[in-house]
């Protein structure tokens, strides 16, 4: 079964890093492009950054670009989003996410409070 899943949200304050990993299950990892995505409160889940199986292209929402890093390591099948200068717009359950030929898959998410 296909299956990604978090780990690393908590609390920080504005201005401050996190870094969150999310690991990969069931699937050839370092095949398959990984994304990331969150959902704030009261809002639809949005896009934040994807990465090509291989590493090599990398790609961001506007909101997070240049803040944000989204990297990976096929030997671990994980996939990192080092987060810095945080603001609290940026609270949001984080998903990890892959679209496989089994299909796509979400992770159960991770959430991400940034304090004023």
């Known amino acids: 079964q296909v299956q990604p899943v978090e780990f690393g949200g908590g609390l920080v304050q504005a201005g401050g890093s996190l870094r969150l990993s999310c690991r990969g299950f069931g699937f050839a990892f370092g095949r398959n492009a990984m994304g990331w995505f969150r959902q704030a409160p009261g809002k639809e889940r949005e896009y934040v950054a994807t990465?090509?199986?291989?590493?090599?292209?990398?790609f961001y929402a506007d909101s997070v670009k240049g803040r944000f890093t989204i990297s990976r390591d096929n030997a671990k099948n994980t996939v990192y989003l080092q987060m810095n200068s945080l603001k609290p717009e940026d609270t949001a359950v984080y998903y990890c996410?892959?679209?496989?030929?089994?299909?796509?898959?979400w992770g159960q998410g991770t959430l991400v409070t940034v304090s004023s």
């Open positions: 990465i090509a199986g291989s590493g090599g292209s990398l």
């Open positions: 996410n892959v679209n496989t030929w089994q299909g796509n898959a």
